[in-house]
């Protein structure tokens, strides 16, 4: 049995900020054009064991009805202009 493999695909993600600066992703905007609405945001927490997590987040989003997993990246302090960029992970064909 072989292990799937995922790879990081970055996406464009609109976001709103509430007062406390809390960042509450909206929309997701594919390369291609394809936009999808996020319903909900069910969980935020640190990426984990896969992923740096000092680095990276993970939002637990409702897509279509369906759970997917939008990944936050931090930016480095080296990119003072940039926050950070959002991806979503994707199996790789092997």
């Given amino acids: 049995m072989s292990k799937i493999h995922m790879q990081k695909v970055y996406v464009k993600v609109n976001s709103d900020f509430d007062s406390t ?19 909900t945001v ?7 064991l896969n992923h740096d997590s000092h680095t990276c987040d993970c939002y637990t989003v409702i897509i279509n009805g369906e759970q997917k997993f939008l990944f936050f990246e931090r930016a480095n302090s080296y990119h003072r202009s940039s926050v950070g960029r959002w991806y979503v992970e994707c199996p790789v064909n092997q």
């Fill in 21 to 39: 600066g809390y960042m509450q992703p909206k929309m997701i905007t594919w390369a291609d054009g394809r936009k999808f609405r996020i319903e």
């Fill in 42 to 48: 069910k969980d935020f927490r640190p990426a984990g």
